[in-house]
């Protein structure tokens, strides 16, 4: 287990959102807030994706203590995303927020059908705005204690010669 918040080292945030005024406030409002850390940026699901997953330009990405996820994407949606990286056994344990302007109760819906942590409303007002941030700051990077990521495990290959070989060791063994 991990204390983020507590860690001697920056939380590593990615914010997977294509509104640059968005993207202002929201570096703005985690800079103002109590825990060092270095914030991530990518513009849309496709990117996201290779962000999580370490491929092209990302390929020395960390891997974030925490996602903040807009729904509305260009290329990839936000609902795409979060069925990828939930879907995955090496990824699925990173906190994702969504963090979007949308109340649409079917929103909503579908991002906890889809294993989303957390459904945040983006606040209008920037006062509103800092204030949300800065509880999902002490929440998430203060508060809760997460696992560290997981090593992957590899399903053991083998031969199709030994495999052939146990079958016939188990054939031999079974009376009857």
């Not at 020395?60 to 879907?87: C, S």
């Not at 079917?106 to 941030?133: C, M, Q, W």
Request: hydrophobic share 40%.
């Amino acid at each position: 287990m991990t204390e983020i918040g507590d860690a001697a080292r920056p939380v590593q945030i990615l914010l997977v959102d294509d509104s640059p005024g968005d993207v202002s406030l929201t570096r703005e409002a985690l800079h103002a807030g109590r825990v060092a850390n270095q914030l991530h940026v990518v513009e849309d699901g496709e990117q996201a994706i290779a962000f999580m997953h370490r491929r092209g330009r990302h390929k020395n990405a960390p891997v974030p203590d925490l996602v903040l996820l807009d729904l509305n994407l260009p290329r990839m949606d936000g609902r795409e995303v979060l069925r990828e990286l939930k879907g995955d056994d090496t990824l699925r344990h990173v906190p994702i927020i969504v963090l979007t302007t949308s109340a649409d109760e079917k929103d909503i819906l579908t991002s906890y059908r889809l294993h989303a942590n957390a459904y945040v409303k983006k606040p209008v007002e920037f006062g509103e705005f800092l204030v949300a941030l800065q509880q999902l700051e002490t929440f998430w990077l203060q508060i809760v204690r997460l696992p560290t990521a997981p090593a992957p495990t590899p399903a053991p290959r083998y031969p199709l010669a030994h495999c052939q070989n146990v079958r016939s060791v188990v054939a031999v063994q079974q009376p009857g």
